[in-house]
């Protein structure tokens, strides 16, 4: 079946350091991949999105690539800010049928000043 | 507009008792999720709603699960009989119908504990 597959947290950082977390997925077709982050006391939120091999979903500075030939979905920030610790999931929604999400475990990441 | 609620916030009961969690999607939106959110399992889907089709309940985790969405809005999942490894937080989702690149909307959780 269907899976994403994250890196281990926690991911510690200094501030205005370069992030990578981490996704790949395992996919019938071609699914559509998103990130989503879960702040401290609070819901899930999209964080972007991208649709088809090689669109580049975008928004708050963070960035990642849907990479079809090495099924991964990346997610890169250039500097992180202290309000970037959060939780951040990968996670994969078939393009048909009920298109539920199937999330990856989740990467916590802990920004210090 | 107001986003996806959930109710309550958190629930503590014990192990034996049914419980009842209430969702409010976004008014329009026909897609409606539930997920469960533990420690053990992390987010594992458990059913959808889409309209008035049957629901996909191929998530549920045992019969003493179920969910029922009444006039195409809001949605209540009853957990019968609780037991400690349903300690989780149950999440809610929706999103509008049709195609599209399947965004779904999150509640904030209700998160349950039994004792």
């Known amino acids: 079946g269907d899976s994403v597959t994250q890196m281990e947290g926690p991911v510690t950082l200094s501030e205005e350091a370069f992030l990578t977390i981490n996704c790949t997925y395992t996919a019938t077709g071609y699914p559509s991949l998103f990130w989503y982050v879960q702040y401290p006391g609070e819901g899930l939120q999209l964080l972007l999105k991208a649709t088809k091999a090689d669109d580049k979903g975008s928004n708050k500075g963070f960035e990642a690539t849907y990479r079809k030939e090495t099924t991964s979905f990346h997610l890169e920030k250039g500097s992180v800010q202290v309000s970037d610790s959060a939780v951040y999931f990968c996670?994969?929604?078939?393009?048909?049928?009920?298109?539920?999400?199937?999330f990856g475990t989740g990467t916590r990441l802990l920004v210090s000043p | 507009g107001a986003g996806v609620s959930q109710s309550p916030s958190n629930k503590v009961t014990e192990k034996g008792k049914d419980v009842e969690l209430r969702c409010d999607p976004i008014?329009?939106?026909?897609?409606l999720y539930w997920y469960r959110q533990s420690l053990g399992q992390g987010l594992e889907f458990l059913i959808y709603f889409q309209g008035n089709s049957a629901p996909d309940k191929s998530g549920l985790p045992s019969d003493r699960f179920s969910a029922e969405r009444t006039g195409g809005s809001v949605s209540t999942l009853t957990i019968q009989r609780t037991q400690q490894e349903d300690s989780a937080v149950y999440l809610c989702?929706?999103?509008?119908?049709?195609?599209?690149?399947?965004?779904?909307?999150f509640g904030p959780g209700t998160r349950l504990t039994v004792l």
């Open positions: 989702a929706s999103r509008p119908g049709g195609g599209g690149a399947n965004e779904q909307f």
């Open positions: 008014s329009g939106h026909t897609a």
């Open positions: 996670a994969l929604s078939p393009r048909s049928g009920f298109q539920k999400l199937v």
